[in-house]
């Protein structure tokens, strides 16, 4: 796994940070290394995406999801995601990497991401997300959310969202 020591350092970092709730806001910090570069000697476009799922096992870890998940044998996935990109990350730049839950319905999580230097957005994402069972199957947010006592509505989604989901549906 390419990202093997960032990992380990979330998976660490999180055990000993406050617990959150599902629906908090998570961040977690970063530094654009040589590997993360490409030619033009900016951070990688496949980079974001790769490192946006590490912002999200932060959130995982942090609000208790991952250690029912592990319990249950469920695991995340994507469905799809999208991004925008405002300005490039620069070599050893420091970077944080902001997650919060915006939303779900009967299927699906939906989570925006940001990437964040000095106070400004330098990409920001909407991710689809489920969690599926290793016995087979897809486990609703609603069912994940009565297992660990949360409440199963979902907040009304933010107007970006309803233009992810948009785009999302012309992909079908």
């Known amino acids: 796994m390419k990202q093997l ?11 000993f940070q406050s617990k959150v709730g599902a629906m908090d806001e998570t961040v977690v910090h970063f530094r654009v290394w040589p590997n993360d570069l490409d030619p033009y000697l900016h951070m990688n476009n496949g980079v974001y995406l790769t490192l946006l799922d590490l912002g999200r096992v932060g959130l995982m ?16 996935v994507v469905a799809s995601e999208a991004i925008k990109f405002r300005f490039s990350l620069l070599p050893f730049q420091k970077f944080s990497i ?8 009967e299927r699906y999580f939906y989570l925006q991401q940001r990437f964040m230097v000095g ?24 069912e994940m959310f009565s297992m660990m006592g949360l409440p199963h509505e979902s907040p009304a989604f933010p107007p970006m969202v309803e233009k992810f989901l948009r785009m999302d549906e012309d992909l079908r």
């Open 61 to 76: 870890v942090r609000s208790g999801m991952m250690k029912l998940a592990k319990r249950e044998g469920y695991y995340p």
């Open 5 to 15: 020591f960032r990992l380990l350092k979330i998976l660490i970092l999180s055990r």
């Open 119 to 142: 106070g400004k957005v330098a990409a920001s994402a909407f991710i689809k997300g489920s969690i599926l069972s290793k016995k087979g199957g897809k486990v609703s947010p609603p």
């Open 98 to 105: 902001v997650t919060k839950m915006v939303g779900w319905d």
